[in-house]
């Protein structure tokens, strides 16, 4: 993500990060031991393909400015007669693309087939992880020209699927995927926190479920 303006990380915010990342880890470790025999629903209901619901969605622009704002920075506004910039805050150093993928692109296809998912982005961008408690995915994306990788986790959790990812830039996301309308519909809450950020981005995203293309 290319953020205009923010504030600097302070020691009492990495401090809680910390803290904050270390509770999520336990979490899913705990998560991972105790998992059921039988397998949720979400588990078949969640494959497929989908298009973002732009009604229902929060605006990711909005949600980063919100962000600026909590962490003392300023937005930089545009003139009054300039062209409302969509998308505004897309972009920026390889190492960041995680979240604009996730926070940006309107399509998403997953496939999972048992532990393992692959979600495909926009771009054939994939991401690969699993759901038995291996913390390191399989990368698919091969082009990082400084030799790190994202990373990504999950579990499940009665009926959603829990996700923490670890980007290159050193952030982390936390993402909580459901099912609704029937299964028409996928419910993504996500915590987006890039390393160089000073707060923390609250994002919902609504998928529909969309026929093969």
Do not use: C
């Amino acid at each position: 993500m290319n953020f205009l303006k923010s504030a600097p990380i302070s020691k009492q915010t990495l401090q809680i990060a910390g803290i904050l990342s270390l509770g999520v880890s336990a979490l899913f470790s705990s998560l991972a031991t105790g998992q059921n025999a039988a397998a949720p629903a979400i588990m078949s209901g969640i494959t497929g393909h989908w298009t973002i619901n732009e009604e229902l969605s929060q605006n990711t622009d909005q949600q980063v400015e919100a962000a600026i704002k909590e962490a003392g920075g300023k937005v930089q506004r545009q003139g009054w007669f300039s062209k409302k910039e969509e998308d505004r805050y897309r972009g920026g150093p390889p190492e960041q693309e995680l979240y604009d993928r996730i926070s940006y692109d309107d399509i998403l296809t997953i496939n999972y087939s048992e532990p393992e998912f692959i979600f495909e982005y926009a771009d054939n961008f994939t991401r690969i992880f699993h759901t038995d408690g291996r913390r390191q995915t399989t990368g698919v994306n091969a082009f990082f020209e400084e030799g790190g990788t994202d990373f990504s986790f999950a579990n499940w959790d009665n009926e959603a699927l829990l996700v923490e990812a670890r980007p290159r830039d050193g952030g982390y996301t936390i993402e909580t995927y459901t099912l609704q309308a029937q299964g028409g519909q996928l419910r993504v809450e996500m915590t987006i926190q890039p390393d160089n950020f000073g707060a923390a981005i609250s994002l919902l995203r609504i998928y529909d479920r969309t026929v093969e293309p």
